[in-house]
């Protein structure tokens, strides 16, 4: 199929082309699994959720604040056995003016740990840093802010998932 065609038929890309004729448009394919990659070991995801742990934790002294809530899970994507550890965090009751302070403290405080984070393009407020095998997304909505801690993909085959979720 032609690329033009591939635009075309997507409703989303055919607005973006009628209101940008200037912008070339390229679809990438989708990402393949990583199956050709050895399996990770149930240490080597133990570790993984301990780093994420230990990061969350890490932000939270830091900003003196303990999340309202958190929830942990293996999210699986477009093949069930490729997995990325996600942690997610919200920090509520900071006041009217409370939830874009703590971002900006987080912010700054992703910078002296060497995350790099970087605003939204878009001028929300959100905040999204890399650093090792995690993309870290923190935003500000009213009196809240919340993270979300999520690693690289690892390829998780059924026993060892299995394995994990025995001991959780």
Do not use: K
């Not at 080597?44 to 604040?65: I, P, W």
């Not at 992703?110 to 997304?137: K, N, T």
Request: a negative charge; one cysteine or more; proline letters at 11%.
């Amino acid at each position: 199929m032609d690329p033009e065609d591939v635009v075309a038929a997507d409703p989303m890309m055919r607005v973006l082309r009628e209101r940008h004729p200037d912008v070339n448009i390229v679809l990438l394919p989708p990402v393949e699994p990583i199956l050709d990659r050895p399996s990770a070991t149930p240490a080597q995801c133990r570790a993984v959720q301990h780093h994420a742990d230990t990061v969350l934790s890490t932000l939270s002294t830091e900003v003196g604040l303990e999340p309202s809530t958190r929830v942990d899970y293996w999210w699986s994507q477009s093949h069930p056995e490729v997995r990325r550890w996600v942690t997610a965090a919200s920090y509520t009751d900071l006041g009217p003016e409370g939830a874009v302070p703590v971002l900006r403290t987080l912010g700054n405080l992703l910078a002296r740990l060497g995350w790099e984070p970087r605003p939204a393009a878009d001028g929300s407020p959100r905040v999204r840093g890399i650093a090792g095998p995690f993309e870290l997304i923190a935003s500000a909505d009213g009196e809240v802010v919340t993270v979300n801690l999520t690693s690289d993909p690892l390829y998780i085959p059924v026993p060892v998932y299995d394995e994990l979720m025995a001991d959780a």
